[in-house]
């Protein structure tokens, strides 16, 4: 090794931990088999032709003790990222569902490096990037820039990590914010050895890292407000952090304002004003800030009912006190007091991107679930629905829906159509006219649950094109498969009416009179109905 690199390397990794400190520097040898990333590969396949950096150990051998330590070892930074104001994270589960979630910071990114022995005099450092929030291909793309601005003789980590901290979105086009969608992630993928994904074994996605997002966006985004001073948008109050409070929609206001907007509000029962009083903003107060600055615990029992019957909250399955939102679109919750977000289909944890475990729901739970005699709320509560007309009401927050094709907000104007006031799918009419349902669409026989959206979809006169309301789209009965025409039938084992010998049902499928037989009714016990319906 050649003393001079020696000697700038050894000034560098001082420089770097004299900087950087010992939170998010860190070093290891490349040979620890508990090395999370294994940048021994990494240096292979970059550099499979240096012979300075091969496996002879003729050359190693003749290396001082000092030299051999430094050329055995692996670095790495943790890189804050620097995000613009109104930054925000896009969720997409598919083409037609997004929503959008402000917010302050993002978990770090790693740069894990080692020196080559012509470092800095020939050759760049060896380089790896891990994230749980950027996409293999997108790493990698950074990772290929950063060796482009690598000049010879530069000591050149320390502007790798200022461009990675003040330039990466700005690089991949990422200024409003980034996408986490649905995509699953390539597990085979080549890229693995230049790059990694910070995720938990359950992950399939980037979708998957959102709780991981949130979570570590309240914590540190919160630890950041309360060490910079803050100014207050009612009574200009400038003074520091520990004096404000900082909401879920990034707007903040002075501890005094906030008191006197709970307070005040609460007491003449105008409970949707306990919100952020920035304009246009409908950000509600969550309710440990209620708790916090309460004066009567009287006021705070009404204003958990309010709550409870107006937005929708569900205890938190974790925490004794904890409230949890629901988000509609990905039929999970989320507690503000410990962080935990569950499922509000299987009640275990949430795991965007990855369908419910089935097997752990209560069969009772399940059955009802599929064959139509439960629904999900806007609002996340499960509802049973047990006699009279299609036209709903949530008894937790109001909402009014159709029971048949699940649209909200709906009034008596929306049955005559396609839904019907008093159809009931697969139960037969009093009078005696069969399986009937609305006019001249035949005998519904049997019911499924759409692959796509888990709505129910019925069968008619045993054909096995059906309709599916949620999705507005025409699907196989048989194989569940998005269809148009009856080419589909040509093409494929399906039949176009009744059933190959071959085709078996499973447990989402329910038939109804005729030859066939419906599966044995389940019954849900007083201590499974406690936990649905509390």
């Not at 003729?58 to 104001?85: A, R, T, V």
């Not at 679930?369 to 499960?382: M, T």
Request: proline share 3%; glycine share 6%; net charge negative.
């Amino acid at each position: 090794m050649d003393e001079e690199n020696y000697s700038y390397q050894i000034q560098e990794i001082e420089v770097l931990k004299s900087i950087y400190g010992e939170d998010l520097f860190s070093e290891q040898l490349i040979n620890d088999k508990h090395q999370s990333h294994d940048v021994g590969q990494q240096e292979c396949s970059n550099d499979s032709d240096d012979s300075d950096d091969s496996d002879g150990s003729d050359e190693f051998n003749s290396l001082s003790l000092e030299e051999q330590h430094i050329s055995k070892k692996s670095f790495n930074i943790k890189i804050s990222i620097d995000i613009p104001k109104d930054f925000q994270i896009i969720v997409k589960e598919d083409q037609e569902n997004k929503y959008t979630q402000s917010i302050l910071c993002l978990p770090n990114i790693n740069l894990l490096f080692s020196f080559p022995s012509e470092y800095p005099s020939n050759k760049p450092p060896k380089l790896f990037i891990s994230s749980c929030w950027l996409s293999l291909g997108n790493m990698n793309l950074v990772l290929e820039h950063l060796y482009s601005i690598w000049e010879k003789d530069e000591l050149v980590i320390f502007k790798y990590v200022d461009w990675l901290k003040t330039n990466l979105l700005q690089f991949l086009q990422f200024e409003k914010g980034i996408v986490l969608d649905n995509e699953p992630v390539d597990f085979e993928s080549a890229l693995w050895k230049n790059v990694g994904w910070d995720h938990d074994p359950s992950w399939v996605s980037l979708l998957s890292a959102l709780p991981t997002l949130r979570s570590y966006n309240s914590h540190e985004g919160r630890r950041l407000f309360l060490l910079n001073s803050q100014v207050c948008s009612i009574c200009d109050y400038e003074g520091c952090g520990q004096e404000f409070t900082l909401f879920n929609c990034l707007h903040h206001i002075c501890n005094d304002c906030v008191s006197n907007i709970v307070n005040i509000n609460i007491k003449s029962n105008d409970f949707s004003s306990v919100k952020c009083p920035e304009l246009k903003c409908k950000e509600s107060f969550d309710l440990e800030v209620v708790e916090k600055f309460i004066e009567k615990k009287e006021d705070l029992k009404r204003y958990e009912d309010y709550l409870k019957q107006s937005k929708g909250l569900v205890r938190c399955l974790r925490c004794e006190r904890g409230w949890s939102h629901v988000d509609h679109l990905t039929r999970s919750t989320y507690c503000t007091s410990c962080y935990y977000s569950f499922c509000i289909v299987c009640r275990g944890p949430f795991h965007p991107g990855v369908a419910c475990n089935f097997t752990k729901i209560e069969g009772a739970v399940l059955s009802k679930f599929y064959i139509g005699q439960l629904r999900v709320c806007l609002c996340g509560a499960l509802i049973e629905r047990i006699s009279g007309c299609n036209k709903m009401t949530c008894s937790v927050c109001n909402t009014k829906f159709c029971w048949l094709c699940s649209k909200s907000n709906i009034d008596y104007d929306h049955f005559g159509k396609k839904c019907q006031l008093f159809e009931i799918p697969g139960e037969r009419n009093r009078g005696g006219g069969g399986n009937r349902v609305g006019r001249n669409i035949g005998v519904v026989d049997a019911s499924t649950s759409c692959s796509k959206c888990r709505q129910i979809v019925y069968r008619h006169s045993n054909t096995n094109s059906v309709y599916c309301h949620g999705c507005d789209a025409r699907y196989c009965f048989l194989c569940k498969v998005q269809i148009k025409g009856t080419r589909h039938f040509i093409q494929t084992s399906c039949t176009q009416n009744g059933k190959p010998d071959s085709w078996k049902a499973d447990r989402t499928y329910k038939f109804y009179g005729g030859n066939e037989t419906a599966p044995e009714p389940i019954y849900i016990n007083q201590d499974v109905r406690h936990q649905l319906f509390r």
